[in-house]
């Protein structure tokens, strides 16, 4: 038994720092007997201690020392990242009938959505017609169902969701749908076969471990797994912020509030709860794969909120308005974006361009945007095979990522490479061979709207 | 009989090249063959046009030098062209056909056309040509190009000069081809001018087509007229409070409005439309002049038709790579109505700008980004004022420069 469950979890996986290395095809060779979550963890644990290695100091340099690493899964179709896009993703490619593993590096689903409390979904419709369906409406009429879950579902308007109440259904769409998940493990590296993807690398509590899967969807919103595996990509800068929750929103004294000429600054806008609003922030423009400078904006960004809603309390009405809570995610607008097969531009939108590969249309923003197609070409990287992009890493020019990086986008994106990735594993063929008309056909049949 | 089957073989032909000549313009006025920029050629034509602009703009270009063969065959035929080609006087002639008046006699009316000529030249020297409007193959080519667009108010007002010239022609049997013409004006002059060198006499000479003609004496009171004309009409007109945003490369302001010769070129070869005949909202100089707009598109980076079509240079012929670094204007950002400025999420300014002139500059005092502007990279195209979703008025706009 001891011997079984280590051929199984042992793997080479040779390659430690940076860039995952060659992967013998042997670990596809392994048994794929199904595993129940934490099963294959306990096994490295017990046999081999924790399965770390100390890293030495050799000549004054750090090296970590050449190791092999456990391979907790093998599995259809890996989602790194448990963000819209990931959840959407996984849900999907399960639901399509694909052996899924999601692993989420924080401990909840829904990332900026819930734990960066961007409440908002902004792009949901197209003038009066709500264009981002499938798991996107799905998910929102969960939140129907819930009390003070989601506000704002006319036709028109963008969605205010409550975070609590997303994380939960999201949680048990994942439950439902039979995917397999790792909370709290973080993705560092691509395993490739040659320019095959081939699984991915996680870091955890546990230790370092491998996940090996036949289609990867990375999800992790910065391109971790797809920038390691050589597609080439587009860094990008944006405005880092850090969003609030504000209480007591009822105790406000209207009468002296009204002798003010403008609303006082950072009260915000409506939540799901009746007595809460949520305050966006901009903040500076900034690398947002630079620890330090996201170490530094979350110190900044929380110094600000206390600050102004410190003069918040003193404007006269207002004493009463209280701080609930600050997001436990920094609000990441966009850092890597992938140079896919194809792209959104605000050009083509504007001029009407329609795709052939399209998988999703995206919204308006703002009254007058661009009404545009998201092609699945915008999801494949170039040079590498078997990975997708999804989220705010699917391929746009810099305008329209205005509504690309949106929540809806995100879902829209997720949904189509989920579902891509399982029929590309029924199929046996690289991921960007999938046949497109069925693609879609399986789209519209789980309530994707292609335009 | 001989000399009449001659005479008469004579005219079909000349009706046979007028008729392809009328067909020819209507073609280039109407932009329709692929070369857009053939829509210079036709009111490039005219001397008058290019003798008159190339002195107010100070510049010869190879689209002046388009006016050159019709100048040559002024000096020696004088209105050669007004009997053989002219594609306004065909019109006009025919139309006359429908019904046959008896000729009045406008043999006593001053040839008030030769007066607009030296009026204009006048006004030319000073950069300030005055009349230079009133050339036919101008209000010829405004009238296709009304034709093709979209219709609106603009291109009816487009169409009046055309109309109303042969409205003239019809009712007064000819007098706008006669008296009126700066056009017919400027080759009598031409042709006198030559016969003053050939012969080298100084003072005047009976012409066989016309018997009233302006001494030198005259000529150079009607210049001196035309120079202070010039000054009390920029100065009367000078553009008020809000100047209009030109196309790139469009001349001084203070003269734009005279050496624009609203032929309409400009306006129908911009590939995102963008330029539209101003409606009279930057004074009356300015009236049916190109003026830029940013509802519904930008000044293209890759694009310099508006350059390439100016008979006039009232809008100078810049290359693409020239054109890129003209300013037509300077982005201006209105921070009380910026999204930003409520932490909304909008940078699509930024994100559009083709110079990469606008830049997120964030203030730490009020802990908002604000977008800046490079005054040395922007050119005024207009991207960011067009994707701006502030409505109805943008938060960041487009703004002469002084």
Known sequence: MDNGLSRRTFLGVLGTTGFGAGLGSSAFGADKGAHLPGKAGKAAMTSRGSGRSPVRLAGGKVIQPQRELPVFRETDVLVVG?????????VAARRTGAKVTLVERYGCFGGLWTGGLVLKLPGVCYGKKQVTMGLCEEILQKLDKMDNAVIERNPGEQPTTDAEATKYVLSEMIREAGVDVYLHSWGVDAIMDGNVVKGAVFESKTGRFAVLAKMVIDASGDGDIFSIAGAPYEHRKHGVGLVCRIGNMDKIDQTKAKQA????????L?????DINWVNMGGPESDCVDINDLTRLEMDHRRQIWRQMDKLRKTPGYEKVYLVEVASQLGVRISRVLTGMKQVTFKGAKAGQK?????????????????????????VPRKVENILAVGRCASAGPV???????????????HAAGVASALAVQNGCLCRDVEIPKLQKHLREQGAYLG | MADL???????????????????????????????????????????????CSALAVRTLSVITMLALPLLIMALWRGRWFCRNLCPVGFLSENIRRLRRPANPNFTKLPLIGQWVVLLTLGGAILGYPLFLLLDPLGIFNSFFQALRGPFSAASLIYCLPLLIVLMINFVLAGLWCSHLCPLGAIQVMLFRLRGVFWHKILYWRELSDSNKVLTARRDILALGTGVLTAVATRKLFRPRASKPIRPPGAIDESNFTAVCIRC????????????????????????MTPTLRFENNYCQEDCNSCNEVCPSGAIAGLSLAQKRKTTVGLAKVDMSICLLSEERECTVCVRICPYDAVKLVFSKEEYISIPVIDPEKCTGCGACEWVCPVSPKKAITIEAVK
């Open chain 2, 5 to 51: 089957a001659k005479k008469q073989n004579r005219r079909v032909l000349t009706f046979v090249v007028r008729c392809f000549v009328l067909i020819m313009a209507i073609t280039l006025a109407l932009q329709i063959l692929p070369w857009k920029r053939l829509a210079v050629i036709l009111p490039s034509l005219s001397p008058f046009v290019a003798i």
């Open chain 1, 400 to 414: 329209i990522m205005e509504p690309m990086r949106c929540i809806p986008c995100s879902l829209v994106t997720g």
């Open chain 2, 264 to 287: 309409g070129n400009c306006t129908r070869v911009c590939p995102v439309g963008i330029i539209e005949p101003d409606p009279g909202r930057h004074g009356v100089a300015s009236f």
């Open chain 1, 270 to 274: 409506p939540t799901p709860i009746p």
């Open chain 1, 355 to 379: 795709f052939s590969d399209v998988i999703g249309v995206g919204g308006e923003l703002n009254p007058g945007d661009p009404f545009f197609e998201i092609p699945f070409g915008a999801l």
């Open chain 1, 261 to 268: 000429k403008k609303p006082p600054r950072g009260i915000g």
């Open chain 1, 82 to 90: 448990g963000g819209p896009s990931g959840v959407a993703a996984a």
